[in-house]
């Protein structure tokens, strides 16, 4: 039996998670965001389920939230996207059994089981004007794509694509929105920037020393 060397990570991971901590390391020393501005997905009016970009619901439902700049770009970021202890459904049961409510054998979603013992649904709407619900097929077409490059990709769809994925109706909605708001999704000021190339280099000489750290023969 043969075995093949596993799939070493990558250092993008660690400058992805590196660059988010100091952005949002950073945030409160950015220009406060003027009470009134609508998120992306408000100013494109589409239901809580839908992805921000192509307006559909995605085939397996789920979402996830994207930058609409990356934080490597200096796109600006708030940790607290969440509020709200968000339970599991075992916890929910656990909580059932304990106030000792009937029939909870036929609660079995978290929304059924959240109803019964009145606790809200939490918060999963993003808190800063900078992350938004994507599905998974805009999210990875997408990529970090920023400023023209991102409005091509509005306007046109990714490179050998069939066109875009956003609705002709809301294409000029979401780059008029981009331009109008930079100052509060994204950040120019060169000392953050320049202190996150700096903090990806430390991660590449990292990968290089421990790569040859790992390959060293000792014995």
């Not at 998120?39 to 996830?64: F, R």
């Not at 992350?131 to 023209?148: A, F, P, Q």
Request: charge should be positive.
């Amino acid at each position: 039996m043969t075995y093949s060397r596993g799939k070493r990570s990558h250092p993008s991971d660690k400058n992805n998670t590196d660059a988010k901590d100091i952005m949002s390391t950073n945030e409160p020393y950015l220009p406060k965001i003027p009470d009134g501005v609508q998120s992306l997905t408000a100013m494109v009016d589409i239901d809580d389920n839908c992805c921000t970009y192509c307006a559909g619901v995605p085939s397996d439902g789920k979402l996830s939230y994207d930058e609409i700049v990356p934080c490597k770009h200096g796109g600006r970021y708030d940790d607290n996207i969440q509020k709200g202890k968000n339970h599991t459904v075992k916890e929910l049961r656990d909580m059932v059994k304990e106030r000792k409510i009937h029939n909870r054998s036929k609660l079995t979603t978290k929304d059924e089981l959240r109803k019964v013992l009145d606790i809200d649904i939490p918060n999963k709407s993003p808190n800063h004007l900078n992350v938004t619900r994507s599905c998974k097929k805009c999210n990875m077409s997408k990529n970090d794509l920023k400023d023209h490059a991102f409005f091509r990709w509005i306007r046109y769809g990714p490179k050998n694509g069939n066109g875009s994925y956003v609705p002709r109706e809301n294409q000029e909605i979401i780059i008029k929105w981009y331009i109008d708001n930079t100052p509060y999704i994204r950040t120019d000021n060169t000392k953050i920037l320049d202190h996150i190339k700096e903090s990806e280099e430390m991660n590449r000489r990292y990968w290089i020393e421990k790569e040859q750290f790992t390959k060293k023969i000792v014995i």
